[in-house]
Antibody, heavy 119, light 108 residues
Framework: QVQLVQSGGGVVQPGGSLRLSCEASGFLFSSHGMHWVRQAPGKGLEWVAFIRFDESDHFYADSVKGRFTISRDNSKNTLHLDMNSLRPEDTAVYYC????????????WGQGSLVTVSS | DIQMTQSPSSLSASVGDRVTITCRASQDIRKYVNWYQQKPGKAPKLLIS???ELETGVPSRFIGSGSGTDFTFTITSLQPEDVATYYCLQYEDSVPLTFGGGTKVELK
């Protein structure tokens, strides 16, 4: 069965950096695009970033462009999100999410990682 | 970006009631809508894809319909385990994916 196990997260000061990771199993990781989606406390879901199956392209929400970087290591079935210049409004639960195909929709989600940006 | 307007934002219903949630897209998205269920403290779960296709293992009381700009999600007979927040998602444009604002379903 598909599993997405996330690590990373925590409390960071404004302007700081953090890396989230997601280890995938149960499917052919190198054949699927991957997303990050976040959810601020008490709020709805917001798409953050996408990376193609072969790392050939990346896309970002305007709210994180230039500050966040999505990457993957297909040899280790791992997805990453490097977050720099963090702001209080980046406080959220971040979900790693599998694309149904190459670039389509999310079908499976990780358990979530809480990122709190606060001084 | 395609906007998804979901309503109502919350509702209260009794066990056995029929519950209906709607999503309206800001442009024609054909049938590229999914519905997700999120229980408190948990990740979302995909229930319905491509407007009306029930995912494996999802109870048949969950029904999706619609095309173009107007979409409907129905729980035909609300059960206690259905208490959750439900989200629609459009993927006509996969970048960016955009979600509806969510509907919190509670028991009366």
């Amino acid at each position: 069965q598909v599993q997405l196990v996330q690590s990373g997260g925590g409390v960071v000061q404004p302007g700081g950096s953090l890396r989230l990771s997601c280890e995938a199993s149960g499917f052919l990781f190198s054949s699927h695009g991957m997303h990050w989606v976040r959810q601020a406390p008490g709020k709805g879901l917001e798409w953050v970033a996408f990376i193609r199956f072969d790392e050939s392209d990346h896309f970002y929400a305007d709210s994180v462009k230039g500050r966040f970087t999505i990457s993957r290591d297909n040899s280790k079935n791992t997805l990453h999100l490097d977050m720099n210049s963090l702001r209080p409004e980046d406080t959220a639960v971040y979900y790693c999410a599998k694309d149904w195909a190459r670039l389509s929709y999310v079908d499976y989600w990780g358990q979530g990682s809480l990122v709190t940006v606060s001084s | 970006d395609i906007q998804m307007t979901q309503s109502p934002s919350s509702l209260s219903a009794s066990v056995g009631d029929r519950v209906t949630i709607t999503c309206r897209a800001s442009q024609d998205i054909r049938k590229y809508v999914n519905w997700y269920q999120q229980k408190p403290g948990k990740a979302p779960k995909l229930l319905i894809s491509h407007s009306s296709e029930l995912e494996t293992g999802v109870p048949s009381r969950f029904i999706g319909s619609g095309s173009g700009t107007d979409f409907t999600f129905t729980i035909t007979s609300l059960q206690p385990e259905d208490v959750a927040t439900y989200y629609c998602l459009q993927y006509e444009d996969s970048v960016p994916l955009t979600f509806g604002g969510g509907t919190k379903v509670e028991l009366k």
